[in-house]
């Protein structure tokens, strides 16, 4: 099975940049599908962007478009969640999670971005959005 990772959380003060990093153990033939989700204080873990591993897809919740991207990159076995114009509630607690055998359309669905449809989480990684 599977694992994740994920690093480079931290303190940013606002307007500023961060990137996130979900390392996996391996991008197995099964794998489709890598999602970034946020938990906020007092929240649900809410989904801000999927990706499809096989083709670099990219699908980025309207909350967060225009801010927030997300990329991979097969040989490092890592998806990247890129954000800007950070927030004060861009504070959280972000997790990737992967799902697998998905088809390529699945991309397109909101289901995308629902945490019931990941099988496998990494342990987190904290942002803090702070002057």
């Known amino acids: 099975q599977v694992t994740l990772v994920e690093s480079g959380g931290g303190l940013v003060q606002p307007g500023g940049s961060l990137t996130l990093s979900c390392t996996a153990s391996?991008?197995?033939?099964?794998?489709?599908?890598i999602a970034w989700f946020r938990q906020r204080p007092g929240t649900n873990r809410d989904g801000v962007s999927c990706?499809?591993?096989?083709?670099?897809?990219?699908s980025i919740d309207p909350s967060v478009r225009g801010r927030f991207t997300e990329s991979r990159d097969v040989a490092k076995k890592t998806a990247y969640l890129h954000m800007v114009g950070l927030r004060s509630e861009d504070t959280g607690v972000y997790y990737c999670?992967?799902?697998?055998?998905?088809?390529?359309?699945?991309?397109?669905?909101?289901?995308?971005?629902?945490?019931?449809?990941?099988?496998?989480w990494g342990p987190g990684t904290r942002v803090n959005i702070s002057s």
């Open positions: 999670a992967a799902t697998i055998d998905k088809p390529y359309s699945w991309i397109q669905s909101r289901q995308c971005h629902s945490r019931h449809e990941y099988e496998t």
């Open positions: 990706i499809d591993v096989r083709s670099g897809d990219a």
């Open positions: 391996a991008f197995t033939r099964e794998l489709s599908n």
